[in-house]
């Protein structure tokens, strides 16, 4: 798979403490006014194994892994990031945040979407953009919480 870059202590892409993040190259949603155009190119992205991230997942500090690119499930990596998800459920008590350009009713045909905590899905919208939000950056972007829409979200604290 291919990562643009690797964050071992993120303050800010999540609501339950810091994470490990990690931003996927590849990208085919172009959204207009995407914060991170960088990470489109899978080219520009520096080759990592699944072994790799998994001790890396293993040795981090944070109960958090959180995915964002590009796309996670940007064709080229969607089955590694799809093995990784499943690793970090079975293997450590993590939390998994995960941001994608796909639709839940997309992804629900690759994986069951309970093993994602955190999921915030669809694509960014520039006209739509809203800083006001939890998790988001615009109003048609959905967040799930193992599956499950959460219309409160930005009643949260």
Request: glycine residues 6%; hydrophobic residues 35%.
């Amino acid at each position: 798979m291919r990562i643009i870059s690797i964050v071992e202590n993120d303050p800010i892409n999540s609501m339950t403490g810091f994470t490990l993040t990690l931003y996927f190259a590849g990208c085919d949603h172009y959204c207009k006014g995407c914060f991170s155009q960088n990470t489109w190119d899978f080219e520009k992205g520096q080759e990592y194994t699944l072994e790799e991230i998994k001790a890396l997942i293993l040795s981090s500090r944070w109960k958090n892994v959180t995915f964002l690119g590009g796309d996670p499930f940007y064709y080229q990596n969607r089955d590694e990031v799809l093995e990784l998800i499943k690793f970090i459920k079975t293997k450590t008590d993590k939390k998994i945040y995960l941001w994608t350009g796909y639709l839940k009713e997309e992804l629900e045909k690759w994986i069951d979407l309970k093993m994602i905590d955190y999921l915030i899905e669809g694509p960014f919208i520039l006209e739509k953009k809203d800083l006001r939000l939890k998790l988001r950056g615009s109003s048609n972007q959905r967040v799930f919480h193992k599956g499950v829409e959460m219309t409160e979200i930005d009643k949260i604290n």
